[in-house]
């Protein structure tokens, strides 16, 4: 990954230009995390962020409001708000405790920014 980031970015006279690659890169937006998931380009898309430059397209965007309204996680399992019973999720190869678990953290992250979010789509949180 260095090796990659070495030779990228305007300061190597090799700029990071998302728009006029954007076949090779895919990016998908998760709301309302704020989450971009991009799938090829890595090594590009690491050194725009390092260099703070250029931009990319975002192919897709999904929404997990509707599924935030429906559902929470409890620190160990997710629930359903409705009936207030276990989601199974036995489909997960070898139950996946550490994923699980760090899904159902951005799970809530999601939450709570959209809870936070004014009529304008700005986060503003009061931290005291």
Do not use: C, W
């Not at 409705?82 to 199974?88: A, P, R, S, W």
């Not at 809530?108 to 986060?123: I, P, Q, S």
Request: proline fraction near 2%; charged fraction near 20%.
């Amino acid at each position: 990954m260095i090796d990659g980031l070495i030779g990228l970015g305007e300061i190597n006279k090799n700029p990071f230009n998302g728009i006029s690659f954007a076949y090779n890169i895919q990016a998908v937006l998760i709301e309302p995390l704020g989450l971009v998931v991009v799938d090829n380009g890595n090594h590009s898309v690491n050194a725009a962020i390092v260099y703070d430059e250029g931009e990319i397209i975002v192919n897709t965007v999904i929404d997990i409001s509707e599924v935030l309204e429906r559902y929470r996680f409890d620190g160990k399992k997710y629930v359903s708000v409705e009936t207030n019973k276990i989601v199974n999720i036995e489909n997960l190869k070898n139950n996946s405790e550490p994923f699980t678990y760090t899904f159902g953290l951005l799970f809530e992250m999601a939450r709570v920014l959209k809870n936070a979010k004014d009529e304008n789509g700005y986060v503003y949180y009061d931290v005291n």
